[in-house]
């Protein structure tokens, strides 16, 4: 049986309501301006009931407007399963904070202050938010060493961003292998009191640790020599190891 969620229809789903993270608020606020034609004359007013669909955490995020008053709007994130129809329900906890603050802020032009919980996070908010939210490094990592590995760190995501290759699966599975093993070096070398040339050495050998014949055949099937044009010289590390052990195997054909 259909049920009604914040002016919305769906069935064949359960929804347990979460706190709203930064992600989900900057969401909702592209889709928000996404839906309004008339930019020039847009104000938090014109807002009305949007959503927005986060695959990689498994929500949904609504914004729900009541009428013209904006202290009684609000936002909603769930986590969402898939149940029989007639079984659906919505589990809700009156603890969570459901005002739209934070919308508010971006919509004055402001940018939200986040500290990141985790280094993965911080790199996810600063690669793909870093327009709407001004993160925080997690305490642990907020030091001199941390700020250049983290440097780095970035510029390893953003150059596996520059290129489709990495979108492909075997790619997004050398990418994510490669930034986790990136990310447990620096934290060793943190925990150790080391320096960012340690954290470069034990980048070199992480790489002889991932899983590499995937990535290194999709380069070949790409049968391309534009692709090779496209990423090299790349300044990162792992982007050339990839490109190399690709070489190596077209060697040996």
Not at 69 to 90: F, G, H, M, Q, R
Not at 104 to 132: C, M, P, R, W
Request: with cysteine; glycine share 4%.
């Amino acid at each position: 049986m259909a049920i009604r969620l914040h002016g919305f229809f769906s069935s064949g789903k359960r929804y347990i309501q979460v706190e709203s993270q930064p992600h989900h608020i900057t969401g909702i606020f592209r889709n928000i301006v996404n839906s309004c034609n008339n930019m020039h004359e847009f104000t938090f007013l014109h807002a009305e009931n949007v959503y927005f669909e986060c695959p990689e955490d498994g929500t949904i995020t609504f914004y729900q407007a009541i009428g013209n008053d904006v202290a009684n709007s609000a936002i909603w994130t769930y986590l969402v399963y898939e149940c029989p129809e007639s079984e659906e329900k919505v589990f809700r906890d009156p603890c969570i904070d459901t005002s739209t603050n934070c919308l508010q802020e971006i919509f004055s032009g402001n940018k939200l202050v986040v500290v990141a919980t985790g280094i993965h996070d911080y790199l996810k908010y600063e690669y793909y938010e870093s327009e709407y939210l001004d993160v925080y490094l997690p305490c642990d990592w907020e030091t001199p060493e941390g700020r250049e590995i983290v440097n780095l760190l970035l510029e390893e995501l953003k150059a596996f961003k520059s290129s489709s290759l990495f979108a492909e699966d075997a790619g997004k599975q050398y990418m994510k292998a490669v930034i986790d093993k990136f990310i447990q070096a620096g934290r060793k070398v943190l925990d150790n009191s080391g320096t960012l040339k340690d954290f470069e050495l034990l980048q070199y050998e992480a790489l002889k640790n991932v899983r590499i014949h995937e990535i290194a055949n999709l380069i070949i099937e790409y049968n391309d020599y534009r692709l090779w044009q496209a990423v090299l010289p790349s300044k990162s590390k792992a982007i050339e190891y990839a490109f190399n052990a690709a070489l190596d195997l077209i060697c040996r054909i």
